[in-house]
């Protein structure tokens, strides 16, 4: 069980970090945040944009937050999430404190459920 917050925060990054070959930039890449943006023109609810974001991690005083997009832009990824990382959720992102094996493989499941979202979306 991981409990120090740049272990947490570095855990998770390295997860997001595959995915700039994916197509996604890595905007914020710092020893407290990490950001992952699609700079590609998309149409987001009948609205065009040059870019969208998808994820992030950041280290805040008391615990590291996951911010995930893609719950944002599309309730059936939300619905699709699984209930042990619902538990930590708070509008759009996932407040973690403590991180164990099991909550991880959660949060890569996760990202690749929003991944293969976004791709069958056009948006990355």
């Given at each position: 069980?991981?409990?120090d ?12 970090q ?12 710092s ?8 700079e590609?023109n ?6 065009p944009?040059?870019?969208i974001y998808f ?16 719950i ?9 999430i699984?209930?042990d990382?619902s ?15 099991a909550?991880?493989e959660?949060i ?10 976004y791709?069958q979306?056009?948006?990355v």
């Open positions: 069980m991981k409990t917050l740049v272990e947490i925060f570095q855990t998770i990054r390295a997860s997001l595959p995915y700039t070959a994916n197509g996604f930039t890595a905007r914020t890449n020893d407290t945040a990490y950001e992952l943006w699609s590609k998309v149409d987001v609810n009948g609205q944009q040059t870019e994820a992030g991690v950041i280290i805040n005083e008391n615990e590291v937050e996951f911010i995930f997009q893609p944002v832009e599309d309730e059936a990824v939300k619905n699709l699984s209930k990382l538990q930590f959720l708070t509008d759009k992102s996932f407040k973690i404190k403590q991180l164990d094996e909550l991880m959660k890569t499941e996760a990202i690749t459920i929003g991944f293969t979202n791709k979306k056009g948006w």
